[in-house]
């Protein structure tokens, strides 16, 4: 449902109003038009004078928290595929909110447009009371709005509002390749070695941006992660979440009962889709103990223009998962890598035995995707898409996942080695040393 402001014919019913002064009349009028219910505006919008009606309350954060405490405003994104619209990615409770509008407002001339939000929570819930939402709010037709607000009734001062600007209207930036999110980085992280090392794979394998929204790390690793940034490859989006929700670091409700799993990670991939979707020709959704691992080919590139080219209406390309468990090590004396012993972390060098897949298990995967083509996604899958998916063949590529091992008590020798990781370790162990080499050299020490 859409309405908007409509100007108020005011007449005068006695002689006391007839000699009102002009300011308080003017000033009757702009009370009138906020405090109109939604079943007396029109459709058309009206253009009101350009007063302060555009000056909302700038949003300075990445999450912006309503006055109702249940819905939390993460970025609007314009997105016109499909019909003229904003697309809100949101947080709200799956219960609790049952309206929200959209206020547009033309900083030119002062014309606002109000349309009812249509609130789609995302079916990847896992039972959380809170979850990642797409607040869908249909925008004017005759004109592109620039910024918008979202409230949850039709009526009230938009000075008093937070004030979103609306982002891919006029999609800028470079254009690079591949895109990895990494969400969410929480926990004080420190596994700052495997981080290194991820880091340097992923440009070996043709990386032009790493998107990590970031919950908490320890101080080494908020080092290394300026290092990348100066580097002008990492892209850090503060992820303060747990200041507004009582955050699970399970994927289930019933493991952890708090109000939203994973400290939001659904959500965060979901912003990170849209916030690269006309800067990058794909995303890999990852985390960053993950890595997709070509095995037919040598980098990122060559993969997908060959899968692409096999699959020109695909949009979503899933890689089986494969747990390589830290606690099993392979000898790597040929490899020269004493002087990362002082580091913090996992060494995935020393990790080439993967964990064979059990029967009645399903095995998770993760996703290279055509931004453009994904409407909503989860962790493992999209749950809307305008393409269809392709389970990519193990022998393509792997996500190659080292960390605890899930089947603890499975033997050695009923493990799978794959060295495929080592056709890499010249260009690895290189890079890798230098920039712990430069962080130390910054540090004086790394830790």
Partial sequence: MSSCWKKSNVVAGISVAIL???TSLSYFKKINFISMSVHEM?????????????????ANSIITPLKDNRTFIITP???????????VISIVHHKEVKELYCWFCHPA???IHISKAEIDVHSDRFDFPYGATDLKCLEPEDWDPRYVSIHWSPTGDINQLPLFEIKNRDPEGSLVEFTVCISTMFGEYNNVLQFVQSMEMYKILGVGRVVIYKNSCSPLMEKVLDFYIAEGIVEIIPWPIDSYLKVSSYWHHSMDPKDIGYYGQITALNDCVYRNMYKSRYIL???????????KYEDWKTMMQNLQGQHPEAGVFLFENHIFPKTVFTPTDMFNTSSWNAVPGVNILQHVLWEPEQKYVDNPRKMIIDPKKVIQTSVHSVLQAYGISIHVPVDVALVYHCRTPLQKNLSRFLLIKDTTLWKYNMSLIGNVSKVLQQIAWKTKEYS
């Fill in 285 to 295: 959704l990852n985390d960053a103990d993950e890595i997709i691992l070509p095995g």
């Fill in 109 to 111: 001339s002062g014309e």
């Fill in 42 to 58: 029109n459709v058309s919008s009206m253009p009101i004078p350009n007063t302060n009606f555009c000056q909302g309350i700038p």
């Fill in 77 to 87: 994104y314009f997105d016109n595929r499909k019909n003229k619209m904003t697309r």
């Fill in 20 to 22: 009102m002064s002009v």
